[in-house]
């Protein structure tokens, strides 16, 4: 199975995408287009690079000195099928750390059964749109106040 990814290479060493050393995979496609977003070129559908899980993963494997792995975007839950597979093969096979950040609330992703598989296997959920009159450059983790730091797994 194929994934859309903004770059065909994840990020090591970011200290910004969560807790700890993470590594970063920006997913391409997003319906949302917040106003102000950091990452406007993930927006497109058709941009990025259509690339095989199985690749993804031996980057993945081959880390070192990381506390976990962040997906980013666009939005990753615009892929839920191939991120659901992705995301459990990383979590069952790694034991890694995961947080994910979207665009949907917690709520919506609950309401919506193609979506609420994959919340199994993320650790933390940074969830809601990036709403430019609440941000602040105070915030951890975050672009806006509105947004959510949610553990809701195990680690």
């Known amino acids: 199975m194929k994934i859309r990814l903004a770059s065909p290479v994840l990020m090591p060493d970011s200290i910004v995408d969560g807790e700890g ?19 406007p070129q993930t927006h497109s559908f058709d941009d990025g690079f259509l690339i095989d899980i199985e690749e993804v993963k031996e980057q993945i494997d081959a880390l070192e000195g990381q506390d976990g792995i962040t997906f980013s975007g666009g939005d990753p839950f ?30 919506e992703i609950q309401a919506n059964p193609r979506l609420k598989a994959v919340l199994d296997y ?24 509105n947004q959510r730091i949610l553990r809701i797994g195990n680690k």
């Open 21 to 39: 050393i993470r590594a970063v995979l920006w997913t391409q496609g997003c319906l949302h287009k917040c106003p102000g977003c950091q990452n």
């Open 78 to 107: 615009y892929n839920p099928e191939a991120f659901l597979l992705f995301v459990k093969r990383v979590k069952e096979e790694t034991g890694l750390n995961i947080w994910c950040y979207t665009g949907y609330t917690y709520e």
């Open 122 to 145: 993320i650790d933390v959920l940074v969830d809601g749109r990036f709403e430019q009159a609440l941000f602040s450059p105070y915030l951890e983790f975050r672009g806006s106040s």
